[in-house]
């Protein structure tokens, strides 16, 4: 079996070639990568084992909504955005705006329905070879639910409520995830463009906010040292202005959508 090295954007990824189907197959060689999900004793939304599922994570304003609107145009690509409208209206209530406002109270709430409707994305039917979500369930816990939580601003028993949700739905229900695309971004960049962008509930949003996300996803993507990871990941740096974004999309396109042939 022959590899190759290839690098995307000064990130280094080992490429295994299969012999007999000459496929490209993405292996992280460090990585702590969760075991494939069994779906025997799981319940499994019918033929989605069978098509690719790339989650592209990073930091609030990484850049996330500019790379999907870039594979959106790729016909056998289908592209989920969060859900961030169910989020900001659930029956006449905008629990992201109460959990900017006071996460000790609201947190668990918000994270909760977060839960709920990253699960029910991942589980929607597919319509097209390969899904593109916008972050994950395991970001929604690993990152954001943590965060919270090491900040002292989630109770312990909020905590573990959340996590013993999470656990019961990764034991019990299968999603798989192919390939992790991680937008690397500095938090000064990050906070920059919320500032140009002006969404109403993270104008509350401070640079300290910013930090303790970025250090979360680097200690899980990048250290590999702290939850499973459910797939390989891919990084691309993304401090970059939203020209430059497309270049490095474009130059990663074909091992992004590589993960189709896994």
């Known amino acids: 079996m022959c590899s190759d090295m290839l690098v995307a954007g000064g990130s280094v990824t080992l490429m295994s070639r299969c012999p007999t189907a000459g496929c490209l197959r993405l292996i992280q060689s460090r990585a702590r990568i969760s075991p494939p999900h069994v779906t025997t004793g799981k319940l499994v939304q019918n033929g989605m084992e069978k098509k690719a599922v790339i989650c592209i994570e990073g930091n609030i304003a990484s850049g996330k909504t500019t ?87 989630m109770p312990e028993v909020d905590y573990a409520v959340l996590s013993e949700w999470f656990d019961w739905i990764t034991t019990n229900i299968s999603i798989p995830v192919d390939l992790i695309v991680y937008l690397q971004t500095s938090p000064q960049t990050c906070h920059e463009r919320l500032k140009q962008r002006c969404r109403e509930e993270e104008k509350v949003i401070p640079l300290e906010y910013l930090e303790s996300v970025h250090q979360l996803y680097e200690d899980w993507l990048i250290k590999r040292n702290s939850s499973p990871l459910p797939a390989p990941v891919l990084v691309i740096p993304a401090d970059h202005d939203p020209q430059k974004m497309l270049q490095q999309f474009e130059e990663n396109r074909e091992k992004i959508l590589a993960a189709s042939y896994r």
């Open 67 to 153: 790379c999907l609107k870039y594979f959106e145009k790729t016909s056998n690509v289908k592209v989920l955005t969060e859900p961030i409208s169910k989020w900001r209206n659930v029956r006449g209530h905008n629990p992201l705006a109460l959990m900017y406002q006071d996460p000790e109270r609201w947190g668990i709430t918000l994270q909760t329905y977060v839960q709920l409707t990253m699960l029910d994305t991942h589980l929607s039917a597919m319509t097209a070879p390969i899904r593109m979500i916008e972050r994950s369930i395991f970001s929604a816990k690993y990152i954001f639910v943590e965060n919270l939580f090491r900040s002292g601003k």
